[in-house]
């Protein structure tokens, strides 16, 4: 298997810009995570999906971020309009099923500069 | 909910020398620990995990210890070498909760 799949590897946008981030996780996985990481709130727990279905948004900041999982193989996280705060490593993990002991496999990332 | 504190933010050892990072966890019902480790501009991984009803586990050199009782759990890393240097995150979770919370991390620099 290749692994979690993320596109693109890195973004660069200006202000006000929609930007949308992609990700295909290992197939069979049933549950999908799309988290932030920067140096100063270290890696945040932005949405959870359990067979496409999203379970847990809590961690979403605003209104601006929107996530989609269509189907087993495809979510995307969407950020409209982009703003500098924004800037970050967005990272997508998927398990095989929703126990807490189900290893997460992270994707490589998506480097978001928002300029 | 349940907090992870994860100590210290930066380690510093000499090659060859042992390592050792320390979490702490506040929900006694989390029953289930991993450690992931990240190097210098890629992914988290799992290198390492404990379950509440063991008190260490060993793979190699690194070895991972759970205190139940103090509620803390730490990671041993033996004979450390120039690629152990990377972020160590530290997290827990119930067996039964989809959802891991995370430490802070702890950043491993190994002198030459």
């Known amino acids: 298997d290749a692994g979690v799949i993320q596109s693109p590897r890195h973004e660069v946008t200006e202000m006000g810009q929609e930007v949308t981030l992609r990700c295909k996780p290992i197939s069979g996985h049933n549950s999908l995570f799309w988290y932030r990481q920067t140096m100063m709130r270290g890696l945040e727990l932005l949405i959870y999906f359990n067979n496409n279905v999203p379970i847990d948004d809590s961690g979403m900041p605003e209104d601006r971020f929107s996530a989609k999982m269509p189907n087993a193989s495809f979510s995307t996280l969407k950020i409209q309009p982009s703003e500098p705060r924004d800037s970050a490593v967005y990272f997508c993990?998927?398990?095989?099923?929703?126990?807490?002991?189900?290893?997460?496999?992270f994707g490589p990332g998506t480097r978001l500069t928002v300029l | 909910g349940e907090n992870v504190e994860q100590h210290p933010s930066t380690l510093s050892v000499q090659e060859g020398d042992s390592a050792v990072i320390k979490c702490t966890y506040s929900d006694s019902a989390s029953n289930y620990f991993p450690w992931y480790k990240q190097e210098l501009g890629k992914r988290p991984q799992l290198i390492i995990d404990?379950?509440?009803n063991v008190g260490e586990k060993k793979d190699q050199r690194i070895a991972v210890t759970l205190n139940k009782t103090a509620k803390h759990f730490s990671l041993h890393i033996t004979e450390t070498q120039p690629e152990d240097s990377a972020v160590y995150f530290c997290a827990a979770s119930l067996d039964s909760n989809y959802q891991l919370i995370w430490g802070a991390g702890t950043k491993l620099i190994i002198k030459p």
């Open positions: 993990a998927s398990s095989l099923d929703d126990r807490g002991s189900d290893t997460q496999y």
């Open positions: 404990i379950r509440s």
